[in-house]
């Protein structure tokens, strides 16, 4: 008797659902959105990337470090928890992968986030802390990971959405990024939130995601909202081979493995949106 896996069912749904880019934006006579509902405005989408999904390889220009040293890179903006206080992080140091791996030391770069209005100098400065992380296999054969160097900087007492220009990194190594910028939320009231959200879902790290992201940039949202699923590493052995069913195509590894540079890549992959405009995540 023929059956669909209830597991399949759901993963299709949750794929048609989420690859559904919303951005909901201000509607003359809609003053609320309890108000609504109301038809979305938004930028039409290319469907000419629609087939296949392939990763991106990892000797792909995007995904690829363009920085030297303890210059930041993977740089993003976050939402904190209230609309004058956001969350600035970025990673400096190369992450390493294989038998013999030596963690970077937190202590040895600073965490500094200078900042301020467009067009004035940027006199404010605050401070946060780093942190590694690293991926360790008690299975002979199988490479571990370790980090590049993240930090988390937390800006408080911002003006509501007010835009503001910022760069990151350690002043005293001349190891700073560019200059960015970002706007704060509105206060939160029921007439005032972001008025152009962009939703987005396994999102992943494929050919075709150039095309979300694009399609994302081109609306331009206030704050963007990842429901998680980014970039599959753990569809991939740590020897970097990668498959669209793990438990069929490597069904006899001792341990579930995953490629954790991955993350890298797509941290890299999507900096140019996430270093100027909000985001909330889950993963």
Not at 65 to 72: A, L
Request: charged content about 15%; some cysteine; overall charge negative.
């Amino acid at each position: 008797m023929g059956s669909v896996s209830v597991h399949s069912m759901i993963v299709v749904v949750f794929v048609v659902v989420v690859s559904l880019l919303l951005v909901v934006d201000d509607v003359e006579g809609v003053q609320t959105t309890l108000e609504g509902p109301f038809k979305p405005v938004t930028v039409p989408l290319d469907n000419t990337f629609r087939g296949n999904a392939l990763d991106l390889p990892d000797t792909h220009p995007l995904v690829q470090r363009t920085v030297e040293g303890f210059q930041p890179e993977q740089i993003s903006v976050s939402l904190s928890s209230s609309h004058d206080s956001l969350w600035i992080s970025w990673i400096t140091g190369e992450f390493q992968i294989g038998d013999n791996i030596k963690p970077l030391d937190p202590k040895s770069v600073g965490s500094i986030v200078e900042y301020g209005r467009p067009g004035k100098s940027m006199s404010y400065r605050s401070k946060g802390y780093s942190l590694i992380y690293s991926q360790l296999y008690p299975y002979e054969g199988l490479q571990n990971y370790t980090s590049g160097i993240i930090h988390h900087v937390r800006l408080t007492g911002l003006k509501p959405n007010t835009l503001y220009q910022y760069r990151c990194g350690d002043p005293s190594l001349s190891a700073m990024s560019e200059v960015h910028y970002f706007r704060t939320m509105p206060v939160s009231g029921p007439k005032s939130y972001p008025s152009r959200i962009a939703v987005v879902g396994d999102l992943g790290l494929t050919y075709n995601s150039t095309s979300t992201v694009d399609h994302m940039i081109r609306n331009n949202p206030d704050l963007i909202v990842l429901v998680g699923d980014a970039c599959y590493a753990n569809m991939y052995l740590t020897n970097n081979t990668g498959s669209n069913c793990y438990s069929c195509t490597f069904s006899n590894t001792p341990i579930r493995e995953t490629y954790q540079p991955r993350w890298d890549y797509w941290g890299r992959y999507v900096h140019h949106l996430l270093q100027n405009i909000s985001s909330v995540s889950r993963n």
